[in-house]
C-alpha cells in the first residue's frame, strides 16, 4: 500500500546568478513499512527531497513542480498551517547532526514531549510519560533520569537516540532520516540502526533512508532509488541494485566503494571528473560527460526513466547489465617491505592533557589520557593504517609525529635524523623535512587568501633548500604529479572542489620530499568516486617515491584498501597491530572483532550475514579510564582478571601482535592460507 | 587541460633514477587527467566590488565622503577666505549669509564657508592619524592575546576589560586634563583610546584562525610563529581590519568633535568642527543659525556615510563566505 507518492517533484533555489534546480523531475512511491534509500553524492539533491516532502527549504528554496501525495492530500499545496498539523505527527525527520539538533538549555524529557503536546493537545503529565515510553522504544539506558538530562551531558549515539524518540513520539506514519549515523562511530552506528529496524517493524512505518553510504544501504533498505545530478538514474529493490544494476553511474558508484573484504593493495575504480553545475542549463544526459558507455546520442538528448519490470527502473540509452568486472588488479610492482629497516619508530608514547578550570586559579589536577604507552614501528614504502572509534586517540599520535603536540613522555625516533643540539626553529624545519601532515578537511587545511601556486610553495620558502627557479618548477612538478592543470596555480582554494583541494594538500605534503606522509582522514570528507581517485592516487605515489605512510581513519574499508600493516587502537591504547589482510581476516582482539562486524558492507548479502557479537554500550570517559584492560566494560570475554591486570602486547604469529588475556583463536581461513 | 612537460620526456627521467615503476608513472599520468577541470569565477575583489556597488546607500555615503574631503583639502585653492586675521575679520563679526559671505560669518567675523574648510582638515587629519593609531594598537594587541593565549591572554583582555568599563568620553577627558591639548597629544590621546574594542575583536579571530588547520600546516612543514602571525593570521583578517578601520575613522571624529563641542578641541588659532559647533551654539540664542547649521548637517551626515560604508563593507565580506 502506497503511503507517500511524490511525482515529478521540481525543486528549485533563487541564487543570485541563477536558479538552481536541485531536484528536477523525481518520482518516488514508498509504502507502508518499507525502507527506501536515497542514495547519491554530495549534491544530488537527496536531502533537498527529503526537506521538500517536509517543506522545510531554505528560504530561497521553493517547489516549483510536481506533487506530494500523503493520506490523500498533495503536500506541495497545503497551507503552512495545515502542514505544521503534519510535520513531527504524520512525517518525521530525524536531521543529521545529533550534536547540533537538540536545544542545549532544555531537558530531554521536555524536548521530546514539546510534540506530543502540539499535535495531541496532551497534558505536561502524559506528555512525560509518552516520552518516557519512546525513550524505552529506543533502547535508552536508564530512561528515567534521562527525562532531566540536558542534551551536553549525553554522547552522540545517546543524542541521536533522543532524535529519533523524537521523531516517534507522535508515531509518525513516515519517517525520513537524513545520513542519521554519518556523524556517529561505526559500532554506535550498527547499534542507531537496528534500532531503526527494529521500529520500523513493531510500528509498520514507512522509513525514507538517505545516505552516501553504499554500506547502510546495503545492509538496511528494501528498495534504493539512486540520485545523480537532481534526477532518479535508476530505482530498484536493493538486491537489484547491488546485483543487476543497468544505469552505468550505478555500477561506477558501487565500483568505487572500498570493500572491507578486499584484497589488500588493489586499484579502485573511480568516477573522472565532477558532477555537472546545476545552475547551468545541461543537455542530455546528466553523466555523459564522465560516462564510460557514453555515445553521441548521450550528449545530445536525455534518457527517460524506463520500466525494466519488477520495479527496476532506469534513465540510460546504454545499459549496463550488473556490477563492473572489477578485475582485482594487485599491484604486482608494490614492493615487498623490508621488515628490519625500521623508519619511524615509536616507543612508550605518552600523551596527557591537563583539563583546564573554569579560571587560571583553579586547576583541576585532573587530565584526558589520550595517548598511553604506544609501541610501534613504520617500515620504509610501507602504509600503516591507524584505526579506531572518535577519541581513541589516533589523531593525537599524528599530531604527536609531526610534532605538533609535545609528548607527555615516550620517544619518536626517526631512521637518519638526529635533531641533538639543534635550535627550536631549526630542529622543527629539519623534523618537516622527513614527515610531512595530510589533513582533514580540504575547505579548512589551505588558506582562503593564498594562491594554489603559493600554498604548495610555502613549505620550500620556509626550509630554503631551493632556488626560486627550483621552487616554481618544483610546484609546476607537484601539480601535474597530483594531476592538477598548470592554471590551477593561479587560482584561489574556493575555486577548487573538495577532491581538488585534497590533491592540492596532497602536493603541498609532498613538497619537500618527505619520507613519511601523515594522512589524517584524508577522504573521509569526499564523495565516494572522488575519494578513489585521492586513494588511486596516494598509492601512485607511495609507487613512484617510495614513501611512507601513516593513514589514520576510522573507515576500515579504506585502510584495508591501502595499508600494508594496521594497528588498532582503543581509548589510547593500541590493541593490535598486524598485517593488514591478517588483522582483517583473523583479527585476534575482541575490539577489532566487533569493530570488523559493525562495519556494513557494501554487498546485500554479506552485509546482512555479518550481524553477530555487536560491540554494545559506550566508549568510557578518557579522563577516567577503567583499571586493567580499557576494553573490558565492553568486552564479551572480560573477566576479574581484565579488570585488575593490564594485558600485555604479546607477538602471537609472526609480525601479528594482540594486547589481550583472551585473544581470538586465529580463524583458518582460506584467505589467510594463501 | 595543458601539461608543462612534455609527458614522455619527464617519465624516462624519472626511470632513470628508479627503474621499475613504468606502471606506477602511467597510472600517474592518467590521474592527471581524472581530477576535471578547475572552474574559473570572478576574482575575490571583482565580487567584493560588485556588492559593493550593489549596495546604493554605500555608494552614496562613500561619494559623500570624497567630496567633503576634497572640499576641505582641495576647496581653499579656489575659495579664499581669512581665517586666521582676527584683526581684519573683527569689523564683519555675526554677519548672516550675504554676498561675500555664502555662509555668513561667526562671532570673530570669520567666514563660515571658508571656516567649514578650515576646521575640516583639522578633524579629518586629527580622525584619520587617530584611527591609525587605535587600528595598529588594537590589530597587534588583539592578534598578539588570541594567538598567544592562556594566561598572558587573560591579563591582557582583563585589562581591555577595565578599560571598556571606563565611560570613553571620561577617559578622554581625564587624559586630556592631565597631558594638555596640543594637536600631536590629541592624536595620541585619541588613538590611545579608541582600541579596546577593536583589540577583543581581533583576539576573537586571532583564536579561530590559529586553530584553523592551514594554520596548523604551517607549523608542521617547519614555520614558525611569525609566518604564521604575519601570512596567515593577518591577510585573513583583513575584512575585520578594514570594517573596524572604518567605525574607528568615525568614532575618532566623533570623539574629537565632542571634545571641541566641550571646549577642549584643538586650540585656536586652529579650529574644528567641534570647536566651531561649540562657538556656533553659544551664538544661537541670538539667532545666527548659519553658524550651526551647516557645521551640524555636514559632520552628521559624514559620520553617518561613514557607518553605511562600514555595514557595506561588513555584508561584502560576509557575502563572499557564503557565497563560496
Known sequence: MTILSIKNLRTSFAMRAADVVAVDGVSIDIAAGECVGIVGESGCGKTTTGLSIMRLLPKNGQVSGGQIFFDGKDLATLSEKEMRSVRGNSIALIPQDPMTSLNPVMRIGDQIAEGYIIHRGASKEEARQRALEVLRMVEMPMPEERLNQFPHELSGGLRQRVMIAMALVCEPKVLIADEPTTALDVTIQAQILDILDGLREKLNMAVILITHDMGVIASRTDRVVVMYAGKVVEEADTKTVFTRMNHPY???????????????????????????????????????????????????????????????AFACFNPTNGPAAVDVQINTARKAIDATKPLL?????????PIRGANIFRRTGLKVSAVADVTFEVREGETFGLVGESGCGKTTIGRLITGLEEITSGDISFAGTNVDGLSKGARRRALARNRQMMFQDPYASLDPRKRVGDIIREPLEIQKTLSRKDMDERVDQLLHEVGLPLAAAERYPHEFS???????????SLALEPKLVIADEPVSALDVSIQAQILNLMQDLQEARGLSYILISHDLAVVRYI????????????????????????????YTQGLLNAVPSADVEGSRERRGGQIQGELPSAANPPSGCRFRTRCPAATDICANEEPKMQEISNGHTVACHFPLEAAVTIRSAQ | MTFPTDWEAEKMAVLDNQPGHEAALDALHQAANAAGDVHGTERMWQQMLRLFVSNKLAVASLVYVIAVVLFCFVGPFFYHSNQTDASASIFHVNLPPQKGFPLGTDYMGFDILGRLMFAGQSSLELGFLAAIISLVVGVGYGVFSGYVGGWIDSLLMRFVDVMLSIPGLFLLLATISLFGRSKVLLILVLGLTGWFGDARLLRGEAIALRDREFAQAVRAMGGGSGRIIWRHILPNTVSTMMTVSTFALAGSILALTSLGFLGLGIPLPETDWGTMIQFGSDNFQIGCWWQVYPVCGLFLVLIISFNYIGDAMRDMFEVRLRER
Open chain 1, 498 to 508: 573538495g577532491g581538488q583541494r585534497q590533491r592540492v594538500g596532497l602536493a603541498r
Open chain 1, 250 to 312: 550505478t555500477q561506477a558508484l558501487l565500483a568505487s566503494v572500498p570493500k572491507i573484504d578486499n584484497i589488500t593493495g588493489g586499484r579502485l575504480l573511480s568516477i573522472p571528473g565532477l558532477p555537472p553545475d546545476l545552475s547551468k542549463t545541461i543537455v542530455g544526459c546528466r553523466f555523459a560527460p564522465r560516462c564510460t558507455y557514453a555515445t553521441d546520442q548521450c550528449r545530445t538528448s536525455e534518457p527517460a526513466i524506463q520500466d525494466a519490470g519488477q520495479g527496476h
Open chain 1, 563 to 590: 595499508a600494508h600493516r594496521i594497528g588498532v587502537m582503543y581509548l589510547g591504547k593500541l590493541v593490535e597491530v598486524g598485517p593488514a589482510e591478517e588483522v582483517f581476516s583473523a583479527p585476534r582482539h575482541h
Open chain 1, 345 to 353: 619508530t615509536v616507543s612508550n608514547l605518552v600523551k596527557e592533557f
